[in-house]
């Protein structure tokens, strides 16, 4: 009888690719069960960016023991590569960091035993081969790993190492598989807008991308002011397949923090060009991540910060308290905000966040888009619309159809549609 295996996927995009590529190599030998119930094998694909993620990589692999103490606990990724301390990871078996993914279901099958963290400085692109991801509508295609940024508050770089991209040819030998079965390809990396194979750039992908017949959407998961082209606007204008949503982090919405966190541009730059792309994008959502509580970060800073963010008037922000990481430059920066006034000052953010997003909706409302049908719940049909809004539709529709639709109306996290 086949040992089970199950797995719990923390952190980005990055690592959900990494994690169904293991899983489809897993399950040549291996039954997958949920993280929940007993399992021979135990997979933790863990995270550094924020103190809660880690903590959330601990819980699991205490839970995982607990589960089975006789289990075969690997935990793989960031946080095993950025942590000097292994004791925190006592539970585990096999300690897998950001190299050799690839190796992981043969170190598995020799059932190894010992920490394979090794140093990033040779780093490269590993080709982890994902075929389909089994019964969903949206696959994630990961192009590019590492960074070179060094913001000032950032672990990934020494998580993740140099920026390194896939060739653009096996990119696209990836997405033919995948659109076997999935109808939207999110491009997603550490960096995204840093691809670059030696002789190809993002927007070089992204047309050749475009050209496959079978592909509904293409999206970007996240990429940054200073990397959106004119070339790049031009398509999000031409009604192709590329998606009129753009994940853009701002971090901060004052000069000085800007700086502080030595990101490459001031926020008039940013805002000149959130203005430039949305004349040229009709209805485009932009979303943004945004850190609260940097170091010197005063009242006085927040309050431009909430006034800037009604200015820009986000589809939607994703909130962050400043986390102290080792290794970084912010770390030993003076003036340290209190944990308590970090925690008022996201709570005061999401409460902007929801009414910021309420204006985006009803500003789709009567107009007409498309949605991929991705499940079926209480008698509706639910998806995400071409610009990543959740859609709900009265009935059951056929899950992994494209649907034409008019927003007809507000409906608890997103909008209703009629199909036209």
């Known amino acids: ?16 690719f990494e994690a169904h590529a293991v899983k489809e190599m897993m399950d040549k030998d291996y039954i997958e069960v949920p993280f929940k119930e007993k399992a021979d094998i135990y997979l933790i694909f863990t995270c550094c960016v924020t103190n809660t993620a880690e903590s959330k990589s601990r819980k699991y692999l205490h839970e995982a023991r607990r589960q089975n103490p006789d289990a075969y606990i690997v935990l793989v990724g960031c ?14 078996d096999l300690l897998i960091g950001s190299k050799d993914k690839d190796k992981i279901k043969s170190y598995i099958d020799a059932h190894l035993k010992k920490s394979m ?80 194979d030696g002789e190809h750039h993002l927007i070089d992908l992204l047309k050749e991308l475009l050209k496959k017949e079978d592909l509904v ?13 004119d070339e790049m606007i ?18 901060a919405l004052v000069d000085k923090t800007l700086k502080a966190m030595n990101r490459p541009y001031t926020i008039h730059e940013y805002m000149d060009r959130i203005a430039y792309i949305r004349n040229k994008v009709e209805d485009i959502s932009i979303s943004t991540d945004l850190i609260v509580g940097f170091p010197n970060e005063t009242k006085e800073d927040f309050e431009m910060t909430l006034k800037r963010l009604k200015e820009i008037n986000f589809s939607f922000v994703h909130v962050f308290p400043y986390a102290r990481k080792s290794m970084t430059k912010a ?90």
């Open 331 to 420: 770390e030993k920066m003076p003036n340290q905000v209190p944990n308590e006034e970090k925690k008022r000052r996201v709570k005061e953010v999401i409460a902007l966040q929801k009414s910021l997003s309420q204006n985006y909706l009803e500003s789709l409302i009567d107009k007409k888009s498309h949605v991929i049908i991705e499940r079926v719940k209480d008698g509706f049909s639910l998806g995400h619309s071409f610009e990543y809004v959740n859609v709900y539709i009265k009935g059951e529709l056929k899950t992994n159809e494209v649907y034409d639709i008019k927003f007809t109306g507000l409906y608890q996290d997103g909008l209703r549609g009629e199909v036209l």
């Open 79 to 92: 946080y095993v590569q950025t942590q000097k301390d292994n004791s925190v990871f006592k539970d585990a």
């Open 1 to 16: 009888m086949k040992k089970t295996y199950a797995t719990m996927i923390l952190g980005c995009k990055v690592n959900n």
């Open 217 to 229: 959407n293409l999206r970007l998961s996240s990429i940054e002011i200073n990397e959106i082209s």
């Open 117 to 196: 963290v090794s140093s990033l400085d040779d780093a490269r692109f590993e080709n982890l081969a994902l075929h389909r991801y089994k019964g969903q509508t949206r696959a994630f295609l990961k192009v590019e790993d590492g960074c070179n940024q060094y913001c000032s508050y950032c672990i990934i770089p020494f998580a993740r190492g140099r920026e390194r991209s896939a060739k653009m040819s096996e990119v696209l030998a990836l997405a033919d598989d995948l659109l076997k079965e999935s109808k939207e390809i999110v491009l997603t990396g550490i960096h995204t807008g840093r691809y670059f």
């Open 234 to 251: 031009d398509l999000l204008s031409s009604k192709s397949v590329l998606a009129p949503h753009l994940h853009i982090p701002v971090q």
